[in-house]
């Protein structure tokens, strides 16, 4: 059986998906994964909205008989392709090929951390104390232990860092729960599965640390298949580095006591030196300055506030460390917390001393926490490293990879400029039912009149389009203003993000049908409105990634030192990856029609502006706002 086959208009997949409509693009990308996977090659894939590339790869993949290994950009992403695209295609294949999904420990149940919350009683919520004993009743019905499971608890609640566990506090061989343990039986399920679906956190995780136990897996594997692709180079950045967070600290302290009262019904002693820790990092934290913060270290490497309360909390983490030596023959419990803090001594001196040469020294800094990064300035040397000590097969896939044609930046940053490359169009009709509309008039977007005259131009839009909108920013300033401005003058209802979780707040704008939705980075992918109720996007500026950021300052200037163009071949790049995103929210399915606008005069007035243009689908454009109405007009007419 040939993968093409499988896909036509008379192949399996048509008897087993209602509304199946074979698309040559799909039918090519099938093509070519099945030939990188049968002759061990390296290949990347820009698959347009539409083309159908989870069916693409999975056809070719479960055909194969070769084991192979699945990543995603997220969780989320995962439990779709793992509990819907497999099974759909796995039916229809018919053949008997054992899958499995692979998460990090921390998404699984621990039995010994629930165990240990329930039994010390320190929760003082309501809402956690219910959350708790919601999860202790799952527990003993769960086969998994996978927490998306309990739909009812938000995914950032706080009480699933008191039930699971990470790498640092896992007590490993030495846990009385060992036989019962989801991680260790979800990687048991993984080492004899032929195909294995797991995320890009945890693919890097393992990659760069060796810390999630997926490495177990790799000697049987022999292709990987990268999906969402273009967020991989970001995810792989942080996790070849070294971070060292204020909540590790805080949750080393509150392990500490636990472990400690649990085992001596002590509330003093040692406690008290964990309780100094915590004081310590709040007061490091204090000494950083206010708000959401994302900065060079050497803004803060002088500070002698800062400095000194460091230093206190070096002490205290040296005391915690030396008592928690002391105790750590009780219990497995404590000799866990005594390795940890030992390892977290030499972070916390890596992180705010002099940093080795080619890597990024910032922070962060949100409401009551902190995290000192040390991050590579390039990941490719590092990445092919890893890449060339595994399996030679490797497919790299997205709706957005390449730039005006070309894929060299993505190939760049991972250090794949030898690999083979596939553009594929999207066969949704974006030229008939879709419009492109840059506003005419508009400030350059440096002025501070931009936001302002770009809501003067939205406001007549979603008018127009009787709601049906998304409106994307590329910061949190220009989606404030334009919240307090619409909250009164907007007729439809409005959605702002933050305001809500995000599945929540998409499931209300599909409900609604003439919302709209107000958002930020996290709306411009991963974001999927089939249908009239998303029938315009309006995107504030080009994504161009902030010049004050830290990050991207260091690579910048190490382009400058090479005689590199940073701009050319950074930020650009980067730019237009982003734009395809937020612009790929728009067409979801092929009977979608929509206008989409960009008010960045950029677009049309700089040269670079054509580089967005070549890189997006072809669609008819206009600078005439009255094309716009008689667009709408159009569309809902042929609704009817």
Not at 195 to 205: K, P
């Amino acid at each position: 059986m040939q993968a093409s086959d499988c896909l036509s208009s008379d192949g399996v997949l048509a008897g087993e998906v209602p509304d199946f409509a074979a698309r040559p693009q799909q039918q090519d990308m099938a093509v070519a994964v099945e030939r990188a996977l049968a002759h061990g090659e390296v290949l990347i894939v820009e698959a347009g909205t539409g083309t159908g590339k989870t069916f693409a790869y999975l056809v070719p993949a479960l055909l194969s008989g070769r084991k192979v290994i699945i990543s995603t950009g997220t969780r989320h992403l995962q439990d779709q392709l793992f509990h819907r695209d497999l099974p759909t295609v796995r039916s229809a294949l018919a053949v008997p090929v054992n899958a499995a999904l692979l998460k990090g420990r921390s998404n699984y149940l621990c039995h010994h951390r629930l165990d240990t919350t329930r039994s010390e009683g320190r929760l003082t919520s309501r809402q956690q104390l219910g959350q708790l004993e919601n999860i202790f009743d799952w527990s003993g019905r769960t086969r998994s232990g996978d927490i998306a499971e309990l739909s009812g608890i938000p995914e950032d609640a706080p009480i699933w860092p008191r039930v699971t566990s990470t790498a640092d506090n896992c007590l490993g061989q030495q846990c009385e729960w060992l036989q019962k343990c989801h991680v260790i039986q979800a990687r048991r399920a993984a080492q004899d599965a032929d195909l294995v679906v797991i995320n890009h956190h945890l693919l890097c995780a393992d990659l760069a640390l060796k810390e999630e136990g997926f490495g177990e897996l790799l000697p049987g594997v022999d292709a990987f298949i990268i999906d969402e692709a273009h967020q991989l180079p970001e995810t792989a950045a942080r996790f070849f580095g070294v971070t060292l967070s204020s909540r590790q600290l805080q949750e080393l302290a509150q392990d500490s006591i636990s472990e400690y009262v649990r085992e001596t019904a002590e509330p003093q002693g040692l406690p008290d030196t964990a309780r100094a820790v915590e004081r310590a990092v709040q007061d490091v934290r204090l000494s950083m300055g206010k708000g959401e913060q994302r900065s060079p270290w050497s803004r803060l490497a002088n500070d002698k506030e800062l400095i000194e309360r460091l230093d206190r909390l070096r002490e205290s983490l040296a005391e915690l460390s030396g008592e928690l030596g002391q105790q750590a023959g009780r219990s497995r419990g404590l000799e866990n917390c005594y390795q940890r803090a030992v390892k977290l001594q030499s972070v916390l001196v890596q992180t705010t001393e002099k940093p080795p040469e080619n890597t990024i020294h910032w922070f962060e800094t949100w409401h009551q926490s902190f995290r000192i990064n040390l991050t590579p300035l390039d990941v490719a040397d590092n990445f092919s490293t890893h890449r060339q000590e595994l399996p030679s097969c490797w497919v790299f896939t997205s709706a957005t990879l390449s730039v005006n044609g070309k894929f060299d930046h993505f190939a760049k940053r991972l250090g794949l400029e030898d690999a083979n490359t596939l553009k594929l169009d999207s066969p949704f009709d974006f030229h008939n039912h879709a419009l492109f509309y840059v506003p005419e008039g508009m400030p350059e977007p440096a002025h501070e009149s931009y936001t302002e005259a770009m809501l003067d131009h939205a406001e007549q839009i979603i008018r127009a389009s009787r709601g049906r909108c998304f409106v994307l920013f590329t910061s949190y300033r220009a989606l404030n203003i334009a919240q307090r401005r619409l909250k009164d003058s907007c007729e439809f209802p409005l959605l702002v993000q933050g305001s809500a979780p995000r599945n929540e707040l998409l499931e209300r704008f599909r409900e609604l049908g003439n919302a709209v939705l107000l958002g930020t980075s996290s709306f411009w992918e991963g974001v999927d409105v089939r249908g009239e109720a998303l029938s315009c996007v309006i995107i504030d500026k080009l994504p161009f990634a902030s010049p004050g950021d830290p990050v991207w300052q260091a690579r910048i200037d190490a382009l400058k030192e090479q005689g590199g163009n940073p701009f050319m071949e950074e930020q650009l790049p980067h730019a237009v990856i982003t734009l395809k995103q937020g612009v790929g929210r728009l067409i979801r399915d092929v009977n979608d029609r929509g206008v989409l606008v960009i008010c960045d005069p950029r677009l049309v007035a700089k040269s670079y502006g054509r580089v967005f243009l070549n890189s997006l689908p072809d669609m008819k454009r206009t600078r005439d706002f009255n094309e716009v109405v008689a667009f709408f007009h159009a569309s809902d007419a042929a609704r009817l």
